[in-house]
């Protein structure tokens, strides 16, 4: 994907100094410590333009935030973003949410084992040709990752619009023993969780008629809900 570089705004500026972060993997083990507080660590795998991350975090000043994504322009985007929902909601501070530049390939060289409590993955790129397996971000090697990082009450919710990703990842969560809940074919048919925040692509594809096909993947037996969370 190529994007086009817009001309840098105050809030994007205003963003890059207070929470985002170029260089990730500095703080492997450490999360806590960046974020000074105890709080449990969610993260969203391919945040895209940030609006998902940007109003969850907002929503929910108990719990810190990272959002990741490759694109230094996603990026950009994404800080404008917050700086602009937490600006309208009256929240001055960032203290919860970071924004971080990296390979989701190697995002074991981003967090430590058991340092994370949830990952979100969503409308992740399918990769529909066999050949192209391995790209899938449920693919069990991806998932044998996400395994290491989570800890003992770790969860993945995982949404997308491909029914051939879904089944898929149905069956690679199964096989890597995942506990599955909350399986839809159909999210906005079924009823959302209470607090569901929607992305940007969720809201264009309920506009085009598509079902959104949503699951929870549970590491462990201490795995729940959170009241009120997507």
């Not at 993997?25 to 795998?45: A, C, N, T």
């Not at 990741?68 to 950009?76: A, G, H, T």
């Not at 044998?144 to 800890?151: A, D, P, T």
């Not at 795995?223 to 969370?229: L, T």
Request: proline letters at 4%.
């Amino acid at each position: 994907m190529r994007l086009r570089r817009k001309r840098e705004t105050p809030a994007i500026r205003l963003a890059e100094e207070r929470f985002v972060e170029w260089n990730p993997d500095r703080h492997k083990g450490k999360w806590k410590e960046y974020f000074g507080s105890d709080r449990p660590i969610h993260v969203e795998l391919g945040m895209g333009k940030g609006k998902f991350i940007s109003e969850l975090s907002a929503a929910h000043p108990d719990i810190n935030f990272i959002g990741i994504d490759m694109y230094d322009e996603l990026i950009r985007r994404a800080g404008d973003k917050a700086v602009n929902v937490r600006k309208e909601r009256g929240i001055e501070t960032f203290d919860n949410l970071c924004l971080a530049r990296w390979n989701i390939e190697r995002i074991e060289d981003v967090f430590a084992r058991g340092e994370i409590e949830r990952i979100y993955l969503n409308f992740s790129d399918p990769w529909p040709k066999k050949r192209h397996a391995k790209r899938r971000l449920t693919h069990p090697n991806f998932l044998r990752k996400y395994r290491e990082i989570l800890n003992e009450r770790g969860e993945i919710h995982f949404r997308t619009d491909s029914r051939l990703l879904f089944e898929y990842s149905l069956n690679t969560f199964s096989e890597m023993d995942f506990r599955l809940r909350r399986i839809s074919l159909d999210l906005h048919r079924d009823g959302t969780p209470e607090g569901h925040i929607c992305t940007e692509y969720e809201l264009k594809f309920l506009e085009q008629g598509q079902p959104i096909y949503s699951c929870v993947a549970l590491v462990g037996e201490l795995a729940g809900d959170r009241p009120g969370e997507n």
